[in-house]
């Protein structure tokens, strides 16, 4: 059974252990103040392994991965071809 936590009227807050089906309090049992459930993080526990990328990654997938995740890429470099047009109108 989850443990609910509710703030009074007052700020001061309490936990209870309730069902999934019971309905909210709207009254602190001990002292009759009026109360608000309180909206928290729910707790997740992650065991075991495969749950990071890196977990089990061989080398050559990590040579490609870290160029494509950086947006970088090798450059040739040898200046590039002159068009043939230019090279011919040289010649004339």
């Keep these: 059974m989850p443990v ?3 703030r009074r009227e007052d700020g001061s807050t309490f936990d209870v252990r309730q069902k999934f089906l019971d309905e ?8 009759g ?3 608000v459930r309180v909206v928290q993080a729910a707790g997740i526990i992650f065991k075991g392994s495969g749950f990071y990328v890196n977990d089990s990654k061989s080398a050559s997938r990590s040579s490609v991965n870290n160029t ?5 890429e090798k450059v ?9 047009a230019s090279t011919q109108a040289a010649a004339d």
């Design 33 to 35: 103040q009026k109360v």
């Design 24 to 31: 909210p309090l709207t009254r602190d049992p001990v002292t």
């Design 76 to 84: 040739d470099s040898k200046p590039a071809a002159a068009p043939a």
């Design 4 to 6: 609910y936590t509710y």
């Design 68 to 72: 494509a995740s950086t947006g970088k």
